[in-house]
Each structure stands twice: as C-alpha cells, then as structure tokens.
C-alpha cells in the first residue's frame, strides 16, 4: 500500500492516534500530528510513499504538533517531537509542514551512524550514480531537481548514504525543499513538476517542497554504484565550465562535506578512498540549467557508450 491508498479522513486518524507508518528508503517513520493543515498537505504530497508492512519496526517516531500549555492558545505554534521530545523551539503553525521536513533530516544526520552520510545530493541512471557535494548556495537542489526532470533517478537531494560493507549508495529520495528564486526557475523549467505551496518567511527564506517523480519513489531500495563526483556552483551569468577536478582535492571536499566522518573514522576515510578512486570527479560552473543537463547527460552517454 501507499500513503494514496488512504482517505484523507483515514490518514487523519491515523495522524491523530497511533501515527501514519510511512517509508521513505531505508528508513521507516510513525509521524503523529493533531493539524489539520498539516494532514492535508501531507496527502498530497507523501502520496506515492509506501507504508510499511504489518510488524515493521519505526527507525524514528516523530510529531508536529500544537505544543501544550499556554503557548497553545496565545499564539498558533507547532513544535517538532522526536520520541516525545522537542529538540528544537516551536514554529509558526503555518510552518508546520517544512519544520516537520527538517526534523526528519535532522534525525537522520543524527542517528543513522551505522551508514556513511555524505551532504550530497544524488542521481542514478544505468545503476551509476552521480553525486553532488555542495554547500548551502551552491544550487545543488534546482540542479537536482532539474535532472530527476530529465530521465534521471533521484537518490537524495540532502545525503548520499554509503553502506560500509561495499560502497554501495542507497537511496533516500524524499521531497526537496527548493528556497527563494529556486521555486519558480523549476516552474518554468518543468511546469509538469509537483510542487507545494511555498512557505514564506521560514527560518531558510521561502521554501516550497517538489515530489519526486513517482518511478523514483517505487525505486526506493534499488542502490547504485558511484560513478561521478560533481561539485556545482550556479553563478549568474556564467557560461557553463565542466573541468575535471585532481582527486586529491576532491577527496578533501568530499570528506568535509560529511555528516559523520569523525564518527566512522578510519571506515570513513576507507570509503571516500575507494569512491574517489573509482569516481570521475568535475567541478560544474552553470548559470543555465539546459546547458548543465545536457553537460552531464553527455558524461553518462559517455560512460554507457
């Protein structure tokens, strides 16, 4: 079954008592929330997400909820809870949908030490990946966003999960948050995408959310080899640079661009090795997203020829 499979009304409930179950990758979530606004967004946009099977065990049990007491009734907020806890101060309820987005990243970039966690976004077409590393700016969502729009398969847009026994990227392909002018470059780069409602004055500026495309979402337990690392940087007006990058500074930007790399230490180190070696590795200068799919289209067609 999917999230589509449920009434707005069941899903609701489901919410509101015990929580929804829903997958996304190799992670099962049980999200509670008593906001109305909250449970009809996320039936649209969890829609193609599966629900776990009976007896699977929830990795993260999270809510976004009207926080108790006062500060119930002085001023709508909603908070974000993790096993019952509140990490994180409440938000506007308005905000409710994106702070509950946040919180799962949040969680993974805390928890999920058992597998490598690169800050990069991924795509994957023939079963090779191609990984984005970047900092906040850079453009590595409307990059991405663009590409799953292209004939690629969307990993992640926030972490490339390596599995330490052999390397192998796994997906995490839950919806991307694009930010500010981002939003309506994919609009008129694909007006077919599926995108929320934009959430205007967030703690990231304005934020709205696209579904992956659905062949995506049903491939969520298919991993892909690593293949390529590029570093994209979206500057106005630039004409488009795709120039190989020397291994040895790729490593070091992948290895800092790691949520825990000091905390799998040498196995770390292993595996950001073995994928640069085995990698191709550019650094992308773009101000036109046509010009850069059809740049790194070409280095897939490359490989495939």
């Not at 109305?36 to 007896?55: I, K, N, V």
């Not at 990243?105 to 077409?125: D, F, P, Q, Y």
């Not at 291994?247 to 196995?267: G, H, I, P, Q, W």
């Not at 550019?282 to 897939?300: C, I, K, N, Q, R």
């Amino acid at each position: 079954m999917i999230v589509g499979d449920l009434s707005l009304r069941e899903l609701g409930k489901q919410l509101g008592a015990a929580g929804l179950a829903i997958q996304f990758g190799p992670f099962n979530l049980t999200i509670r929330s008593n906001l109305e606004s909250f449970a009809s967004l996320a039936h649209r946009l969890y829609e193609p997400y599966p629900l776990p099977g009976p007896g699977e065990i929830a990795d993260f049990h999270v809510g976004i909820a009207s926080p108790r007491g006062l500060r119930r009734w002085v001023r709508r907020q909603a908070s974000f809870t993790l096993d019952g806890q509140s990490p994180f101060a409440p938000y506007t309820v308005e905000h409710a949908f994106p702070a509950l987005e946040w919180g799962i990243n949040w969680c993974v970039a805390t928890r999920a030490h058992h597998l490598l966690m690169l800050h990069s976004a991924g795509i994957e077409r023939n079963g090779l990946a191609m990984l984005f590393p970047a900092s906040p700016g850079d453009g590595k969502s409307t990059l991405c966003t663009a590409l799953i729009h292209s004939g690629w398969r969307l990993m992640s847009d926030e972490f490339g999960l390596v599995r330490p026994e052999d390397g192998m990227l796994l997906p995490l392909p839950r919806l991307i948050p694009l930010k500010n002018e981002s939003i309506d470059v994919i609009r008129r780069f694909r007006p077919e995408a599926i995108i929320g409602p934009a959430f205007l004055g967030t703690r990231k500026g304005t934020v709205a959310h696209v579904r992956p495309p659905a062949e995506s979402i049903r491939r969520a337990q298919e991993a892909a080899r690593p293949r390529w690392f590029v570093f994209p940087r979206w500057i106005a007006n630039a004409p488009l640079a795709l120039e190989p990058m020397p291994k040895s500074r790729a490593f070091l930007m992948v290895a800092t661009n790691a949520f825990n790399y000091e905390v799998l230490d040498e196995t770390a180190f292993r595996l950001v090795a073995e994928m640069v070696r085995t990698s191709d590795c550019y650094s992308l200068s773009y101000s036109d997203l046509d010009e850069a799919v059809a740049a790194l289209d070409e280095l897939s067609n490359a490989v495939d020829g």
